[in-house]
């Protein structure tokens, strides 16, 4: 009789190496592991050799980014989806399409549950738990840091032990660093000084993806854009698809510090936690997009979208991208930006995003309006019955309170 399988999200880092033997040990399953690539680059380097040595049946690495940036990345930008006025929901995002991918996986190899290395008190083990449950209800899911009568490591040092119990010799050592994920869209750091909200980031330590404003060049650097229906074509000129576009906006953010965030974020399961974010991409293309809406988008549309684009970043960073509610405020984002069109040039100076023109075919912007002088639309006269109807509520209630005070 064959054994049954599971399959393993599986990083190639310390936890999830560790977990292969365990699964093995304490449930007699076959691990088919499964590393989701999003972007993390060199991390995936070696992993194919790694997972077999630990004993998995299989490896299977996904390549996922176009996915990841058409489909969700594009959606959340379309959305200015930002959790808490500064998060870019680097790692929320990713969750969905690898939960959708370990599913996939499972169902072609016909296993029986799911298996994450998410610890028991951070958002991931609820991103993927809600992907998978409205994905594959039926399917079990195993989550070890959560399952103290059986995982009994707590430390790297543990784990690293449990390893070589089990014949498992590999290239890590316990000393202990930053916590980081990493995808296209971003890098994350957490733990060390970070865990005490009082210190200030080490950051020639900690960056990864670039430098700080202060040790970025001296001399700025002009950036043209071009959007079509609020999705990203083109970068100086040459037309690329979007996960090439974030490529060369993290190159060139990196380089003159844009998008590090230092935020302490109130978590799904309660507590706040603090973090270093570094989006240098993300953070330029967000705001290309911003400065090409307010162009184009009308002053009652795009109040209701501010009110959306929290909402979807709410929602993301929930784990909830698989539900009725996101596809119907994705619809409502989507008629917003049929119209958000044209070219967006800025310049990049020292952590800094500086606007230097936007032009689109559908702006709303009429100079003659805008001017000081009176224009065939609009005559000064019209104000004052405006003001006079705007402010009757005020005028009225001002005359009550003169009448009660007497």
Not at 93 to 109: C, D, F, Q, S
Not at 142 to 156: C, E, G
Not at 173 to 200: F, M, Q, T, V
Request: charged share 30%.
């Amino acid at each position: 009789m064959s054994k049954e399988k599971v399959v393993l999200a599986y990083s190639g880092g310390l936890d999830t190496t560790a977990i292969i033997p365990w699964l093995k040990e304490n449930f007699d399953y076959e691990v088919i592991c499964c590393c989701i690539d999003c972007g993390q680059g060199e991390e995936l380097d070696g992993l194919e050799e790694r997972a077999k040595l630990s004993g998995a049946s299989k490896l299977y690495i996904e390549n996922i980014i176009d996915e990841f940036c058409d489909d969700y990345i594009v959606p959340c930008v379309k959305a200015g989806a930002v959790y808490e006025n500064k998060y870019l929901l680097g790692p929320s995002m990713a969750r969905p399409p690898i939960a959708k991918k370990l599913v996939e996986i499972a169902r072609k190899e016909g296993a029986t549950a799911i298996c994450h290395g998410a610890t028991g008190k951070g958002n991931d083990q609820i991103r993927f738990e809600l992907g998978i449950k409205a994905l594959a209800p039926d399917l079990k899911i195993i989550a070890p840091w959560r399952m103290t009568d059986v995982w009994t490591m707590q430390s790297r040092e543990d784990e690293i032990e449990y390893c070589k119990a089990h014949g498992i010799d590999l290239p890590f050592d316990a000393k202990h660093s930053y916590s980081r994920d990493r995808n296209l869209w971003h890098i994350s750091h957490e733990g060390l000084e970070l865990e005490d909200p009082a210190c200030e980031p080490n950051y020639d330590d900690l960056l990864v993806l670039g430098v700080s404003p202060e040790k970025a060049p001296d001399e700025g650097e002009y950036v043209t854009m071009t959007f079509e229906a609020g999705v990203p074509k083109s970068l100086n000129g040459k037309e690329m698809k979007v996960s090439e576009i974030i490529t060369e906006l993290n190159k060139l953010g990196g380089k003159h510090g844009i998008g590090i965030v230092d935020i302490v974020e109130n978590r799904v399961v309660g507590m706040k936690s603090r973090g270093v974010y570094e989006t240098p991409g993300g953070t330029i293309l967000m705001e290309a997009h911003d400065q090409l809406e307010e162009l184009v988008l009308d002053r009652a549309t795009y109040e209701v979208k501010k009110d959306m684009g929290n909402k979807m970043a709410q929602i993301v960073y929930e784990g909830k991208w698989f539900t009725p509610l996101r596809e119907a405020v994705q619809a409502f984002v989507d008629v917003t930006q049929q119209y958000v069109t044209g070219e967006v040039k800025f310049k990049l100076y020292k952590g800094n995003i500086i606007k230097a023109g936007t032009t689109s075919p559908y702006s709303l912007y009429s100079e003659s309006l805008a001017s000081f002088t009176t224009g065939e639309l609009y005559d000064h006269h019209d104000a004052e019955g405006f003001i006079n109807l705007f402010g009757l509520p005020l005028k009225v209630r001002a005359m009550k309170m003169q009448e009660l005070e007497k």
